[in-house]
Every structure is written in structure tokens, then in C-alpha cells.
């Protein structure tokens, strides 16, 4: 399993990222899929996770109405897109395959929000 993402930066609050996550190693188009953060000194927080025909899609109270999670199973990739960004969306945000118990993860991609 390989997990590549990537789409990460530095943005002004209020602003906008798309991030991205490359998956191989698995057949894509039969597992969920969620994007998880961790900022520096806390613990990982799971953000939005989507279904295997992107049918339902979830999301954790403190980015609902702001981010949107898809997929393109033809690519193999599941996005997120970030809007109005605020300060407290810093972190490394990773995307996540649990499968048979085990958690696959990315390398990360660093998401800034300062002014």
C-alpha cells in the first residue's frame, strides 16, 4: 500500500488549498478513505472520511460546511477541499486506509493558515 498526498501550503485565513492523495497497492475503488491531521503537540484528528462510490461522505464538527471530500476512483485519488480556512486548519494532513485492522497512512502534506 502507498499513500502519496500532496497539495499542501501556506494560505492566508480565509483562503483556500485542494489537497490530494495518490493511492496503489490496493484495489482503490473498494475502501473508504479519510483524511486525518495532527497539529504540533496534539493528538491526530480524523477530518472527513467517503464511502467507496462517494455515496456518503462525513465530516468532523470543526471543518463541516468548509471542507468537501471526494474521490476519483478511474485515478485512484481522493481530494479535499479546504475553504475558508481558518488559523487552527495548521497541520500535517494525512490520508488514511484502515483495512483488516490496519492503518495505512501517507507521508503528509503540511497546511499553514497564517496572515
Known amino acids: 500500500v502507498q499513500l502519496v498526498e500532496s497539495g499542501g501550503g501556506v494560505v492566508q485565513p480565509g483562503g483556500s488549498l485542494r489537497l490530494s492523495c495518490v493511492a496503489s497497492?490496493?484495489?482503490?475503488?473498494?475502501?473508504?478513505m479519510s483524511w486525518v491531521r495532527q497539529a504540533p503537540g496534539m493528538a491526530p484528528e480524523w477530518v472527513s472520511g467517503?464511502?467507496?462510490?462517494?455515496?456518503?461522505?462525513y465530516y468532523a464538527d470543526s471543518v463541516k460546511g468548509r471542507f468537501t471530500i471526494s474521490r476519483d476512483n478511474g485515478k485512484n485519488t481522493v481530494y479535499l477541499q479546504m475553504n475558508s480556512l481558518k488559523p487552527e486548519d495548521t497541520a500535517v494532513y494525512y490520508c488514511?486506509?484502515?483495512?483488516?485492522?490496519?492503518?495505512?497512512w501517507g507521508q503528509g502534506t503540511q497546511v499553514t493558515v497564517s496572515s
Open positions: 497497492g490496493f484495489i482503490f475503488s473498494d475502501e473508504r
Open positions: 488514511n486506509l484502515h483495512i483488516v485492522s490496519k492503518d495505512y
Open positions: 467517503i464511502n467507496r462510490r462517494s455515496t456518503s461522505s
